[in-house]
T-cell receptor
Framework: DADVTQTPRNRITKTGKRIMLECSQT?????MYWYRQDPGLGLRLIYY???????NKGEISDGYSVSRQAQAKFSLSLESAIPNQTALYFC?????????????FGPGTRLTVL | DAKTTQPNSMESNEEEPVHLPCNHS???????IHWYRQLPSQGPEYVIH???SNVNNRMASLAIAEDRKSSTLILHRATLRDAAVYYC??????????????FGKGTKLSVKP
């Protein structure tokens, strides 16, 4: 089984709808991240969480919110989806967040907002 | 944030070595150099990292310039499965963002049979 899973893998929705993307991990890591990727570009950080009680904004947090329900679960919400939020979304985890740490990524969720 | 510069794309022949360059002239003394790659339709995966000395692992080698302003990822024998986008990333080593990855556009590597 994959260490980092994301659901759904694909989602098509309409402008104005509320959407939740979910991420679960079995690696026992404290740190979790949400990124988005637009075509031809690298990943950009949306939110990150050091532990259940610690949530931090990343580079592009406007229009998004997150919830860290447990060490293993980190959800990303779009309260009112808009077309320019159409993108590929990745969840990732890491252990201590040290400069030597590795981040482990999920398979991604492809979101289309019509 | 310290930035990296990579060529947009490179081509290689199967079973030949590949040298992927990265410039990071504004690197600070404690930033680690990480490389990730993203295979088609997958999330990024870790390849290798280093600070000052050259590094080897089962996937690749990392050669770091003496002044640390550039580095080169070396795939010793490219396979078709190595076709991917390769990201050179400086790992922040200070403040509340310690450990965060700052992705650029990366280098798209094509491998020809």
């Amino acid at each position: 089984d994959a260490d980092v899973t994301q659901t759904p893998r694909n989602r098509i929705t309409k402008t104005g709808k509320r959407i939740m993307l979910e991420c679960s991990q079995t690696k026992g890591h404290d740190r979790m991240y949400w990124y988005r990727q637009d075509p031809g570009l690298g990943l950009r950080l949306i939110y990150y969480s050091f532990d259940v009680k610690d949530i931090n904004k990343g580079e592009i947090s406007d229009g998004y919110s997150v919830s860290r329900q447990a060490q293993a679960k980190f959800s990303l919400s779009l309260e009112s989806a808009i077309p320019n939020q159409t993108a590929l979304y990745f969840c990732a985890t890491s252990d201590l967040g040290l400069s030597t740490d590795t981040q482990y990524f999920g398979p991604g969720t492809r979101l289309t907002v019509l | 944030d310290a930035k990296t510069t990579q060529p947009n794309s490179m081509e290689s022949n199967e079973e030949e070595p590949v040298h992927l360059p990265c410039n990071h002239s504004t690197i600070s003394g404690t930033d680690y150099i990480h490389w990730y790659r993203q295979l088609p339709s997958q999330g990024p995966e870790y390849v290798i990292h280093g600070l000052t000395s050259n590094v080897n692992n089962r996937m690749a080698s990392l050669a770091i310039a003496e002044d640390r302003k550039s580095s080169t990822l070396i795939l010793h024998r490219a396979t078709l499965r190595d076709a991917a986008v390769y990201y050179c990333i400086l790992r922040l080593n200070y403040g509340g963002s310690q450990g965060n990855l700052i992705f650029g556009k990366g280098t798209k590597l094509s491998v020809k049979p």
